[in-house]
């Protein structure tokens, strides 16, 4: 077992912070037959007064060489019973071990005011970063909700590391007080028990290791793929040389009841990623918020950049939506995965927005998820935002749960 790779997880609702991590460490431990090389530690808001103590708990019962973490709107991991739960607004500590033979792991931790210029050369990224790209690291992020620069990161990120796989979340405070926690630890390099308060604490992961992920939108397309013809920044002013507002109007006369009254408030539009696929289908759009219409002109605004020659079609957001979508994925996933090796474990990111309040009862994902990846420990927390590609480029999403499955290469 010694060179396999080795993922378990722990979750705890034990009210007192020192009970919590007792309870998480000494089941995580029990059951890992090799030392750890890397703890990954979620914590709920509702312990926002205790987050400088969190490390310091760890090392007192923990001796691992690189640990990450972050405060949460909520909770996702193991319980005592083996079930995955998403404890949402409770108390909750989520701890992954994880023995990786053959892989590199640095963490590092990056603020807005350390960015390269978006016209910077790869090395500039690679220097601030300090990963190599070659072998091809795969990054996991977490990141404080507000002025981390995270967008302009992920930009530079794609450019300086072709191929990698990123997926993480910002950071929440789940309403309490607004208080969020980044934790980074890293030995060799350097960093010790940090608990940083903004920027973004990254784990670089490269060697023996492929990430996988599932990056469920939770929309359904409506009404088919158009063009953009005419578009200036974040507006539309032209769709299949039509004005944007009659297109979507006939569009809307043309659902159902239910999908009408759904589009007063959860009308969005999807951006096709990949240019030259003809035909599209769920996963290939990123999602985007429609920020307003111009009645006058009829132009649409979008939360994201738009330019002439781009597909784009509108979607709608519900609980049936969202599951059918996050299925759709399960199961192209379930397809095209190979079996060499099984995967060990999965990180899931989950917008605050779904969970019970969007579903209606709880663990709906993470039980959709395991119904398609049996067997494996997934943790992770409900985020201010997600992390995760979209036809090949990365992005920062809402509404939407990232899946980040590992596996040995």
Known sequence: MADQ???????????????????????????????????????????ASEYSRVLPLLAEKLSVPVLVGCSGGGVIGTTLEGETQELEAEPALS????????????????????????????????????????????????????SSGVNDLLQGLDFAYPGSVIVGGQASSGGFGGR????????????????????TVGLALSGNIILETIVAQGCKPIGKP????????????????????????????SLSEKERTLAQHSLFVGVAMDEFKMSLQQGDFLIRTILGV??????IAIGDLVRPGQRLQFHLRDAQASAEDLEFLLERYQQQSSSDHAAVGALMF??????????????????????????????GFFCGGEIGPVGGRT???????????????
């Open 180 to 199: 969020l926690a980044l934790f980074a630890h890293d030995t060799k390099g350097g960093i010790d028990q940090r608990l940083y308060r903004e920027g």
């Open 95 to 146: 701890l992954t071990l994880a023995h990786l033979p053959g892989v590199n792991l640095q963490v590092f931790h990056v603020t807005a005011e350390d960015l390269p210029d978006l016209d910077s050369s790869p090395d500039a990224w690679i220097n601030l970063i300090g990963v190599q790209s070659s072998p091809k690291p795969e990054f996991v992020l977490l990141s404080s909700a507000f």
């Open 226 to 253: 158009l063009q953009v013809t005419k578009a200036e920044r974040n507006i539309i002013l032209e769709i299949d040389e039509q004005v944007p507002l009659v297109v979507l109007r006939d569009l809307i006369a």
């Open 294 to 299: 111009d009645p006058s002109g009829g132009a």
């Open 5 to 47: 790779m080795q993922w378990v997880n722990a979750l705890s609702t034990r009210p007192s912070l020192e009970a919590a991590i007792a309870d998480v460490v000494q089941r995580t431990v029990s059951s890992l037959t090799a030392p750890a090389d890397l703890g990954l530690v979620f914590i709920s808001a509702a312990f």
């Open 350 to 379: 989950a917008c605050v927005g779904r969970g019970e309040g969007l579903y209606g009862k709880p663990n709906f994902d993470s039980e959709l998820f395991k119904r398609y990846v049996p067997n494996i420990p997934i943790s």
């Open 395 to 409: 992005f920062l999403h809402g509404y939407t749960s990232v899946f980040g499955i590992c596996r040995q290469s």
